[in-house]
């Protein structure tokens, strides 16, 4: 099968070729129609906080609506491009691996819980505590003599704003929290998944039966387990038919696929479409 040519992955160099991948903070401003038409992904974190203003913002393959007081999150990894409306303002902030690597754990959980969520409306008064967060840490941090503690608490007031709002707004994402096995079954699935597929194995190593971990998630999360592990597996092969340079044949093995056929049943069991079509979609 023919391979495309690879979009690109972006470090935070790409915006600022000055900036070290550490704990440096970009902030760029969003002003006026902006369209990003070839999906990447960035090996950094990143806010885009919205103001006002309208469109489409596309991350990992699903379409969100742009509207005024939003915060959309970026996880590294994740591929993404958006149609701004003219009317649209606001600014990205993005995060060297190193300062997301410490502050992530402010999310009150794992970044795995909040990547089907990634865009989540807050109530004007939290909009503004964020935007007054964001803006103080980037200015702690271009300051000559950072308060590295001040950077702390600056980074976890404004992440755990964004978490409460999640929390409320998602019912499952509340379901994580409140079920300590799901999330650990989640967190292992993303972990695991390329050479693990059967609900058999997490539930090993989660303890407990695959049938009780089957009634956990058909509970709580109104799907069966093998969801999870299945929408996982899809979502990686999407991510590499258009961001690696990778045959079909080669993403196949990579996510432990025996052979290419059984690939293709399953991807296009998930998708409707062929890798090949996929690839070529877009």
Known sequence: MNTKPAFPTL?????????????????HEVDGKSRIEKPHKHDFFMLFVVKQGGG??????????????????LFPGQVHHWDLDEATSGFQLMVGRRAFETSSNFLRLSFISYRNHPVIDLPHAVFQA??????????ELGTALVD????????RVALQLVSREAER????????????????????????????????????????????LNILCKRHLHVPATFLIHNRVGLEAKRL??????????????????????FSNFFKAQTGLSPRAFRNSL
């Open 11 to 27: 470090g935070i160099d790409a915006f600022d070729s000055s900036a070290e991948s550490g704990y440096k903070l970009l902030r």
């Open 56 to 73: 489409t913002h596309s991350i990992d393959f699903v379409d969100y609506p742009v509207a005024s007081g939003q915060v959309h999150l």
């Open 130 to 139: 964020l935007c007054y967060e964001l803006e103080a840490l980037e200015g």
């Open 148 to 155: 590295w503690d001040m950077v702390q608490l600056r980074s």
């Open 169 to 212: 707004i998602y019912e499952d994402i509340g379901t994580y929290r409140a079920n300590p096995i799901l999330f650990k079954y989640h967190a292992l699935v993303d972990a695991h998944f390329k050479t693990h597929k059967t609900v058999a194995f997490y539930a090993d190593q989660l303890s407990i039966s695959p049938n009780y």
């Open 241 to 262: 038919l258009l961001v690696s340079g990778q045959s079909a044949k080669e993403i196949a093995f990579e996510l432990g696929f025996s052979d290419l056929p059984h």
